[in-house]
């Protein structure tokens, strides 16, 4: 086949002895009961993945080829005749360490609620901005520990809070237990919510 026909193109290739990513996962938690309701938890939760599937351009112009004055950069890449090589490697890398905190009450007397707090990191030389595409390859094909750092996704700190209670108005309830259409229309009403908060996810400058 003309070579020269894909002069300028880019290519992507899968290496035939790609290592099988994997992921290894930890969990260790103590629970305890407070009352006849309510219950504590606090939590280890951490995770490792090994092998990460991870693009790199290996057409990148060297690191020594860098700079002003060096000519035209499309010459000086190791194979000039293309623009990118995607290599789809398993080289990639990520740890994931966190705390958490849990408190749960159960349904009784009209109210249930869960509290949840997480304290975690999360590193890795292999995640990107799904929504942009920012930091979706290697900056540096030859060394992809250069990448690491806080994976794109990482919060740091998480609050959930949620609850179900039970209105107490009608039948069988507190208060306007009278019967009749009022029970009708004011019996059997639940109030429920959650709230979210966490901190922000890092950013590329």
């Known amino acids: 086949r003309n070579g020269a026909i894909a002069n300028g193109t880019s290519i992507t290739w899968w290496p035939y002895y790609a290592p099988q990513p994997y992921v290894q996962q930890l969990q260790l938690d103590i629970q305890k009961q407070i009352g006849s309701q309510a219950t504590v938890e606090i939590a280890y939760v951490g995770s490792r993945g090994t092998h990460l599937l991870f693009p790199r351009d290996m057409n990148q112009v060297p690191v020594q080829l860098l700079g002003p004055n060096k000519g035209d950069p499309q010459l000086l890449r190791p194979y000039p005749q293309y623009s990118q090589i995607h290599e789809n490697y398993t080289d990639g890398f990520s740890t994931y360490n966190a705390l958490e905190l849990k408190a749960n009450r159960r349904f009784a007397n009209g109210i249930t609620f869960l509290a949840n707090y997480t304290f975690s990191k999360s590193i890795d030389n292999s995640s990107y901005d799904t929504t942009t595409g920012i930091g979706d390859e290697y900056q540096i094909a030859s060394n992809p520990n250069l990448n690491k750092g806080l994976s794109q996704f990482d919060q740091t700190h998480r609050v959930v809070v949620s609850y179900v209670y039970d209105l107490p108005f009608g ?19 639940k109030d429920s ?10 950013f590329n400058i």
């Open 171 to 189: 039948k069988g309830r507190r208060w306007l237990d009278r019967g009749g259409v009022l029970n009708a229309i004011l019996g059997g009403w």
């Open 193 to 202: 919510g959650s709230f979210i908060a966490h901190s922000g996810t890092p």
